[in-house]
């Protein structure tokens, strides 16, 4: 079946700090991975994703490259700011030959907090 | 910006009792999707619905549960006799097409409480 895992948190960074947030994957068939953010009180928001092997997904200063030979999709940012305080959720999704409905599977999440 | 909304935010109810979670997709949007997520564990996909049909379930998706478009604007999921390992945070997504070009949106989510 397919799983996502990434590095449990929560991580504690001071501003400027470089973040990275690893994410781990095993799936069926070839996957398209994703990072969603949640700031509080606010839904799941896409942050980036990457639909093919070695393509680097990027936003807002966060980049993950997706590498099909280590299956990972590690999220990082050369300087966090205290706005960037959220968690973090890698995700892929696989598609079917008949298309499905690309439900997303998901990682357990990670809450990052900078501080000033 | 458009976006999913959901209420209540907070739904505490007993056990055995039925609940209905509401949730107002994005307008235009054709596809919606139920996932949930247990504290401390992962997001996890229940339903998706298309046309007015489920496309697709999960193993999670068992006869307690059912999910309906009642107008042209709510989404909604409904648990017939909720137990306490329902309890969990839902959310809702909608997306414009299906497929990996094309972004699911979620809502804030609703806190169940079962006791």
């Known amino acids: 079946g397919n799983s996502v895992t990434q590095m449990e948190g929560p991580v504690t960074l001071s501003e400027e700090a470089f973040l990275t947030i690893n994410c781990t994957y095993t799936?069926?068939?070839?996957?398209?991975l994703f990072w969603y953010v949640q700031y509080p009180g606010e839904g799941l928001q896409l942050l980036l994703k990457?639909?093919?092997?070695?393509d680097k997904g990027s936003n807002k200063g966060f980049e993950a490259t997706y590498r099909k030979e280590t299956t990972s999709f590690h999220l990082e940012k050369g300087s966090v700011q205290v706005s960037d305080s959220a968690v973090y959720f890698c995700?892929?999704?696989?598609?079917?030959?008949?298309?499905?409905?690309?439900?997303?599977?998901f990682g357990k999440g990670t809450k990052l907090s900078v501080i000033p | 910006e458009p976006e999913v909304t959901q209420t209540p935010s907070h739904q505490v109810t007993q056990m055995g009792q039925e609940v209905i979670l509401r949730c107002v997709p994005i307008?235009?949007?054709?596809?919606f999707y139920w996932y949930r997520q247990i504290l401390g564990q992962k997001v996890e996909f229940l339903v998706s619905?298309?046309?007015?049909?489920?496309?697709?379930k999960s193993e999670i998706f068992d006869d307690q549960f059912s999910v309906e478009r009642p107008d042209g604007s709510n989404f909604t999921l409904k648990i017939r006799s909720t137990k306490l390992e329902d309890s969990a945070m839902y959310f809702c997504?909608?997306?414009?097409?299906?497929?990996?070009?094309?972004?699911?949106?979620f809502g804030p989510g609703t806190r169940l409480t079962v006791t």
């Open positions: 619905f298309y046309n007015n049909e489920i496309s697709e």
């Open positions: 997504a909608s997306s414009q097409e299906t497929g990996v070009g094309y972004e699911q949106y």
């Open positions: 307008s235009n949007h054709l596809y």
């Open positions: 990457a639909t093919k092997a070695d």
């Open positions: 799936a069926t068939g070839y996957p398209s």
């Open positions: 995700a892929l999704s696989v598609s079917y030959s008949g298309a499905g409905s690309y439900q997303l599977t």
